[in-house]
């Protein structure tokens, strides 16, 4: 005691015996924590001059002190710092217990403010563990106020109301930083109060070099069993927990659980207690199983996912438990267990016979997955949350290489299936080196003989569909499949992809397909198209893009967000529905790039499309894509268009110049596109896209121009357009061998000589005549299909099934269910009759 | 040598089918003799054609290398009495079926024929078996002829799905060994329409048998005088041109010379170009690299240098050797056509050298494709060029045909509605006369 006062602070006589034992506590934890500071407990000394009340002594009392005298010099600087955070904490808990939000929160703030100044000192000590338990508490008590509010007949005033919500922010956001303090905290707060209250020596925790989670559960043993007190019960009795009453403990918690009065946290006490008392493992596997499902029955509050530190919890005890079956090969956890009768007692594997005990470790999995994404769903991806949250992702898909591996043990196929699933749910987006980094990372986590960290996304996922392809449900090899080829295309294998997507068939039965397996099919196909994009093959990247791009939904038809209508008729239900099936952020297609793809592609298409209805007038009822035109008539519609400023204006400028043949301003605008940086190896896209655009240009300068030359030499067309002659010469022939262009080549000057029909009056006016009477049987025969029903119905068959059986198939997909059944359907139909009048004319 | 397809090819072949390929290329001269001579012995070794094996024992001592066979004495005893005791009950059955009584009670339906054998000869299926073995048996030993007999008389007695099936493929292997196009023809068209009507476990199992037969079809069509348009036919099937592309994408090699050499069916070209264009980045050689640079790219210097090397694959491939000089011409034929629509004015010294002749060759190449195409040209001697008349389609020519089929479709529709009308006038005085069906 005498050191204590030794060190200059010669005040206080008054409180001296408040914090005697605390001294001596802290002296003799000082032999221990070596590198603790003393701070605590001098703003405790300080707090306990000013203001002097046992009760707030209880909270803020610490047990990190130390003898450093070299430290001790700046004491006084950090009393004071700690001294402003304590009165305020003091303000605020006064303020929680008459339902003062307003004065909680200027209390609140005033305490962080402190506690930024006092950034220097908690380098060197730790956040003060009054703080955590301050802001910890703080969060309960907002969370309930809040809950009790929503039911509450009367409502707080407005101005208090609005302090709650933004507490209710403010702390949750606080506390993040925190969690780990706060976990500490929660792990049992009564602890915090006994330890000090009864001066209990502890002993030094020993780190252990071991893996993780095995230290983890050591660490609780060591502790709580070598300082033998004896916790207190809820009516202030005291509990016995020991071997003999475990498993009636047990029994009770299971009892009550989903009870009306049942406190949760109370129980989840309970539990961690038993935890630390079992020693066999069956008790253990007994208790953490029912621990880990306690911890899902916390009610979820506002924020619709659960707790994040819960969840830490959860994932920890499931790998704990992982533990335990991983090293005593003899208990296995399984569904549909006959009940046994003696629930009560230890059980021991007898005569190699393995001890079976109901629980699902599968849902498990499951859930903790499923709450993971929802968590990532309901943060804002733009704030560092987001990106601490992604960073358990490491640790969840640890947790499920774990399980998988047990399941195999066991040779479950449903578990292994469903499991499969989720891990490949974790991978197939990913590129290659993120995949290899988290493989590497669980690597650490987990024991050695359990995981064999890939070298390679590619053969991962390819082992990982590969099993789900011959032992899962036709769902799952759908989805298996769908994840299969979206990977394949992130990995720029387009044919492969293709393939793939058309040897399954995928595409006849995917809108019969429940809407989230439809959604990653679309995801397939856009994954698909940006990858043929890559690839230079515009036109296949075109097919795949049109009709989820071509849409106007994209966010919808990739859940990537919901699409704002203007005429919303979606329910509430419908709406929180479609929430729930959002990808979280960081699955996302981009769709700005998503945009400027499609864009591009029809760009490249339709230009040359529109130009050749100068020389084919017939060629105009036919659009290759119409988002595209509808855009670029907007645009030319335009009394002033400035300069471009988005990646939509640069694509319609780049449009116009390459309407008008100037490829040059066109390949300009398209390079000064932003987003192709995107994209890996953006240079070569751009080089690529530079090329395609001399060609086309090529092409829809000589439909537009057609018409008023008679003779073009290729060198001059060839110079024009940046080209070689072989390859105009090339173009050029195919244009003539298709008859797109009515004109051929003068090998021996090398000239194009186009060919010129002089129409006269009368000859013009006959084809139209014709033109309009083809026209008027073609509306009959229409007119008639679809009065007489089946019939129509029949032929549309007939045409369409032979054409589907084609090689060379262009892909067709399916949007969503049935609304893009039936489009599909009208297509179909057009087509049907498309043909036949193309048959007659033959 | 890197376009020889021989060894992709031997997976889908039977051992035996695969002797005539290595034999073709000991002459071609593509690998070292000693290595097709140890490839031959260890393919022989699987085989009881135990003179063969002995042959080539001799051979390869003689070429330096120890053959690692076993005691070729021993097994050739073993063989023999095998091959005796094989025939010996099979000449039981022969002896029944060879009775013209029995031949002349026979009739079409299997199980029928099947009692009436139990019933007067006692023959039970288990000796119709030994005929299968027998042949089978023969078979291994090289006796191809004497197979193809035996099953020959298994297919029409017995009526086990599954050893018919391989009955047939074995009498189709015979056939091919014999030589015997004709009949293996019929084999063909035969194996054809079984593995197409018949179900197969799964999907997998039929696409297995389908690319076999692709490739056994091979040894028939290039060899049976009306092969060249039954290949065409049959590979452009969409189920045999998905298993090309699935399976087997070499085959596109074959299907282009069938295609080009069959002057008739030129509209296949079209179906052509695209599978090739599809399948491009799977399998690539000469042969298909030509039509892709003729109708694709329309590079004709490319052209010209692939029908270069088009030649020598050809000459190095067991199939098309055959029909390398057919090839050529034909495939000149179409460079030259697809020249001359593009093109208005050519250098006939220019266009000779695209089809690799001398000019003198050239010209005469021209007159003959005037002559014999429907190509508008003339040759213009002083200038040396060839003018094509473009024949643009005149407007009248555009009238007639956008307004041809508009009276026959009118007719169509006429009828139709006159059908209707009928129908409708039929309801309506059904239902007259009949009221009270309707409120029963």
Redesign the interface.
Known sequence: MSRFFRAGESDSDDTESDYSDELTNSESEDQSDSDASESESDSDDQQGKKIGRGRFFEGSLSDSDSEDDTVRVVRSAKDKRFEEIEQAVTAMNNGQKINDWVSVQTEFDRANKALQKAVGIIAQTGVPKFYIKAVAELEKTVQSTLDKEKSAAKKMNASNAKALNSMKQKIKKNNRLYEKDIQEYEKDPENYDAEEEEAIEIKPKIKKPKKVVDSDLEEEEGEEVDDGFTPVGAGGKTVEFNQENLFKKLREVVDARGKKNTNREEQVRILERLLVVANTPYQKIRVLLNLISTQFDFAVGLSGYMNISLWKNAEKYLNNLLAILESNNDYIVKENVPEEDDNDKDRLPQNGEAVFIQGSIVAFIDRLDEEFTKSLQNIDPHTTDYVDRLKDEVSLYAVIVRSLAYFNRLDATDAICRTTMRRLEHVYFKPNNVVVAVENAIASLLPADIVKPSEDATSLVHDLCVDLYKNGSSLQRTRAMLCHIYHHALENRF?VARDMFL?SHLQDTIHLADIITQILHNRAMVQLGMCAFRAGMIKEAHSCLQDISGTGRVKELLAQGLSLQRHSTASPDQEKIERQRQFPFHMHINLELLECVYLTCSMLLEIPNIASTAINPENRKKMISKPFRRMLDYNSRQVFSGPPENTRDHIMAASKALANAEWQKSVEWISAIKIWDLIPESRKIKEMLGHKIQEEGLRTYLFSNANYYSSISLESLAKMFDLSL?TT??IV??M??IEEL?A??????NIV?L?H?Q?TRL?TL??AF??K??GF?ES??KL?ET??PQQGERSKKGTNASKE????KQQQQRTMGARGNTRGGRNQFNKGLGNSVRG??K | MTYDLTSRMIPFLDLHLVFPLLEFLLIEELYTPVTLLEARYELAKKTNMIDFIEKLDDDLKDAGVIPAGGDLIKRREDILEQLQNAQFEAQKVMDVIENPDVIAALRQDKLQNLQFLKDNYGMTPEMIQTLYTLGQFQYSCGNYGGAADMLYHYRVLSTDDNLNLSALWGKLASEILVGNWEVAYEAIQELKETIDKTHFPSPLHQLEQRTWFIHWSLFVFFNHPKGGDALVDLFFQ?AY??TI??SCPWILRYLTAAVITNRRRKNLLK?LV??I??ES??YRDPVTEFVEAL?I???F?LAKQKLIECEKVLEGDFFLVSIQEEFIQNARCFVSE?YC???????IA?LSQTLNMSKEDGEKWIVNLIRDTRVDAKIDYQ?N?VL?N?N?TS?YQ??I??????S???QV?AT??DK?EAAQAKAIAHEKNHPSSEAA
């Open positions: 044919f040897m072989r010469t090339s022939a195919k003539v061998w009515s051929s080549i003068d090998q021996v000057t000589v060919h029909l129409l000859q006959a084809l014709a033109e009477a083809a049987v009959n025969e008639l009065k007489t059986q084609g090689p060379g007659g004319r | 969409p041109i998905n592309q699935t179906d695209k599978v264009e599809h980045y799977q109708y790219n329309f590079d210097d697809t629509r593009i093109h208005q004015k050519i250098d220019e200038e060029t094509m473009t643009t407007v555009q009238i045909e956008r307004t041809k089929g508009l026959f479709r009118s529709l139709s509605i209707r």
